[in-house]
T-cell receptor, first 115, second 109 residues
Framework: DSGVTQTPKHLITATGQRVTLRCSPR?????VYWYQQSLDQGLQFLIQ???????AKGNILERFSAQQFPDLHSELNLSSLELGDSALYFC??????????????FGPGTRLTVT | AQRVTQPEKLLSVFKGAPVELKCNYS??????LFWYVQYSRQRLQLLLR??SRESIKGFTADLNKGETSFHLKKPFAQEEDSAMYYC???????????FGAGTRLAVHP
């Protein structure tokens, strides 16, 4: 167990809907990273937050947004969902955040199914 | 364009055989490269980062800037090495972490 938790484990929703995924980092970690893993797109980095501020951005769609709260947990908001958004979304946390040299600890992921 | 290429989707070897998982990158700046591993039903985890020049679980990876490669090697594969391996590039100038498509390593007894 990496100490990173994510809720919910599974989410089934319809096209056009909006969902929020939650990630709690390991105690003491200041950075949270979000990733998407799908059969079509493979493994994609979405976004990183460090101590509440956006630090790095990947291939995150405009329909998606994220934030990190003062208690350092993070939420990923996905809106106007499309069938192609079905994927495993997982987060990771690390102590630092200036680059990706700090070891990242991954959560178990949230499986999103859009029908 | 920044890109990470892992040419093999599947690499199948016998226990005790040497393993080389290929990774090539395209990046104009000074790259930071990583290898991640995902064992069956487990979470993704960082295996190696090139700046550390470390050996983890017998695996090593050397950055070759001339060939723009960061191949992952192990002299004697073990069955427990069977997993999905991802090569990743951090492009500091663009603040992006880019993954390759991944290579599934299957080590047979």
């Amino acid at each position: 167990d990496s100490g990173v938790t994510q809720t919910p484990k599974h989410l089934i929703t319809a096209t056009g809907q909006r969902v929020t995924l939650r990630c709690s980092p390991r105690s003491g970690d200041l950075s949270v990273y979000w990733y998407q893993q799908s059969l079509d797109q493979g493994l994609q980095f979405l976004i990183q937050y460090y101590n509440g501020e956006e630090r790095a951005k990947g291939n995150i769609l405009e329909r998606f947004s994220a934030q990190q709260f003062p208690d350092l947990h993070s939420e990923l908001n996905l809106s106007s969902l499309e069938l192609g958004d079905s994927a495993l979304y997982f987060c990771a946390s690390s102590v630092g955040g200036s680059d990706f040299s700090y070891e990242q600890y991954f959560g178990p992921g949230t499986r999103l199914t859009v029908t | 364009a920044q890109r990470v290429t892992q040419p093999e989707k599947l690499l199948s070897v016998f226990k005790g055989a040497p393993v080389e998982l290929k990774c090539n990158y395209s990046y104009s700046g000074s790259p930071e490269l990583f290898w991640y591993v995902q064992y069956s039903r487990q979470r993704l985890q960082l295996l190696l980062r090139h700046i550390s020049r470390e050996s983890i679980k017998g695996f090593t990876a050397d950055l070759n800037k001339g060939e723009t490669s960061f191949h992952l090697k192990k002299p004697f594969a073990q069955e427990e090495d069977s997993a999905m391996y991802y090569c990743a590039l951090f492009s500091g100038g663009y603040n992006k972490l880019i993954f390759g498509a991944g290579t599934r390593l299957a080590v047979h007894p």
